[in-house]
């Protein structure tokens, strides 16, 4: 069975988006890409990488 995270840290979803951790982190400032803040940790909710590829999809 494959382990299914919840959030991902900075690097974890640049991995998965296959882009640089600077590239997320200016998704995230301009907005483009949904994350929380948990204590000083920048998190990305799978729900949200995942409606963030899909919004590429619609845009394309």
């Known amino acids: 069975m494959q ?3 919840l959030l ?3 690097p974890e979803a640049a ?4 882009v640089s951790r600077a590239k997320v982190y200016q998704l995230i400032q301009a907005g483009t890409l949904k994350s ?3 204590d000083s940790s920048r998190l ?3 729900a949200d990488l995942m ?3 899909a ?3 619609r845009a394309a």
């Open 3 to 5: 382990d299914f995270k």
């Open 8 to 10: 991902y840290r900075v």
């Open 15 to 18: 991995e998965a988006l296959g």
């Open 36 to 38: 929380v803040k948990i």
């Open 44 to 46: 990305i909710r799978s």
């Open 51 to 53: 409606e963030f590829v």
């Open 55 to 57: 919004d590429l999809d």
